[in-house]
């Protein structure tokens, strides 16, 4: 097999640089481990910023969430019961956020790629990467049993954190940094309306709460739980009691409970691998970096990860200006770790961290009251509230030189 781009991973990220390099007449294939119920079987994000939205108009599979999604013109934040909202369109430029499942996106996309009788190899089985500093790389993998090579001249690793792209580049030409937070999201999905209008973050003695929603009638909520708990130890009623708990009291009066359809405990994570760009392999979305999900940026930076990658191809295959590849890693870099940056500092102001005394001697009640002080202030300011709206929806994408 051969084809101009190996995409290793139909996730969003892989879907979408499929589907707007096939707009731009680059051919590619992709490559995934598991098959396409097993992909949209993953629950993940469900707000989008407008940089994404626009990929998805450019990549012709904007329908369904122009119709379907809900645009978000505020955020809240909450301290125990007091509740702040913040305008993102007054403080962000007229800007806001687009509510819309990643599920659905990777539905919308997956449909697209079938009518454009694009090929996506499900099932794939010790994927492998091989000569990706050279100009001839080749992926080579078993599906149903037999072996296959696929010729290319550039592989986008789109496989996610636990892919095989990332360890292809040898150790000594990247540098990861990470830091693991001592507790998880616990979420649960549920035809139940949206206990709000928009979303809550909560800020509570007992720990994180957030209220999000998918539709009118479908809700996800979170809660922040220590990384020992068990799921088998999270019956829906249990959720839903301590769910009562976290949110604000008025909100959780009207809190309409009913059996999950999904639960799930994610690990938080913020992690980077630099560079991102190694030979003609490109790392993207996931396979790159991680951010808790606080801020709601990760699929967002996969999403100009992808924005970025398929212009430097488009450049190399339509002008044949080799001299974009190196662009890649510092344009996205940038992004990220602004992402990164907001994301961490999210996750900090709104979590109850339980580790005892801090490396610089603080012990944490002192820091939990730090942290408590420095959110008031933000959420009372209209600087502040500045600061996290430009950043909640999104900085602007960057352009190739
Ligand atoms: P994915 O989605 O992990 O897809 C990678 C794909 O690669 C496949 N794969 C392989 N294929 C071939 N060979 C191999 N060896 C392979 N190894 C793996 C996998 O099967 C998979 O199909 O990465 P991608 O495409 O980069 O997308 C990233 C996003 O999924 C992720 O960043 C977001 O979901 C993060 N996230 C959120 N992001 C937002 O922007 N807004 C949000 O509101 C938001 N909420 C969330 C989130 C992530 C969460 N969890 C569970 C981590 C909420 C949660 C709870
Ligand atoms: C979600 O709806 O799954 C979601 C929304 C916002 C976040 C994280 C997750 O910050």
Not at 60 to 73: F, K, P, T, W
Request: proline share 4%; hydrophobic share 35%; aromatic share 8%.
């Amino acid at each position: 097999m051969k084809t101009q781009v190996a995409i290793i991973g139909g996730g969003p990220s892989g879907l979408l640089l499929g589907q707007l390099l096939h707009k731009q007449g680059i051919d590619n294939i992709i490559v995934e481990r598991v098959n396409g119920d097993y992909v949209l079987g993953r629950i993940r994000a469900g707000i989008l910023e407008q940089g994404l939205v626009g990929l998805l108009h450019e990549a012709g599979v904007a329908e369904r969430m122009m119709q379907e999604g809900h645009v978000h013109d505020g955020v809240e934040l909450s301290i125990n019961d007091e509740r702040f909202r913040i305008d993102l369109k007054k403080y962000a430029d007229g800007s806001s956020v687009m509510c819309y499942g990643q599920t659905e996106i990777t539905r919308d996309l997956m449909a697209a790629r079938e009518a454009a009788g694009l090929a996506t190899l499900y099932e794939a089985e010790n994927t492998e990467l091989h000569d990706v500093k050279t100009d001839s790389p080749y992926v080579t993998f078993i599906k149903d049993g037999e072996p296959h090579r696929l010729e290319c001249q550039f592989i986008a690793g789109c496989d996610g954190f636990h892919g095989v792209s990332r360890k292809t580049i040898p150790d000594d030409s990247r540098k990861e940094f990470e830091r693991v937070y001592p507790f998880g999201w616990l979420g649960l999905l549920s035809d139940t309306p949206p206990c709000n209008e928009e979303l809550i973050y909560a800020k509570t003695d007992r720990g994180f709460a957030l209220a999000s929603q998918r539709s009118s009638t479908r809700s996800r909520y979170y809660l922040q739980v220590p990384l020992t708990d068990k799921l088998e130890e999270w019956s829906d009623d249990a959720f839903w009691a301590e769910l009562k708990k976290r949110l604000p009291a008025d909100v959780a009066e009207g809190l309409v409970t009913g059996p999950s359809i999904e639960k799930s405990i994610a690990p938080l994570r913020s992690f980077v691998c630099e560079p991102m760009q190694y030979g003609n392999l490109f790392l993207v979305g996931d396979a790159a970096h991680i951010v808790p999900p606080t801020g709601a940026k990760g699929l967002n930076l996969a999403a100009s990860d992808v924005a970025t990658l398929y212009k430097v191809l488009t450049r190399v295959f339509k002008e044949g200006d080799r001299s974009a590849i190196a662009q890649y890693s510092p344009i996205c870099l940038r992004r990220v770790w602004n992402g990164e940056r907001f994301s961490w500092w999210m996750t900090n102001m709104m979590h109850n961290f339980d580790e005892g005394v801090a490396k610089d001697g603080t012990d944490r009640d002192t820091q939990q009251r730090f942290m408590d002080s420095e959110l008031h202030y933000y959420l009372t300011s209209e600087a502040g509230q500045r600061v996290i709206a430009e950043q909640y929806v999104g900085l602007p994408y960057e352009e190739l030189a």
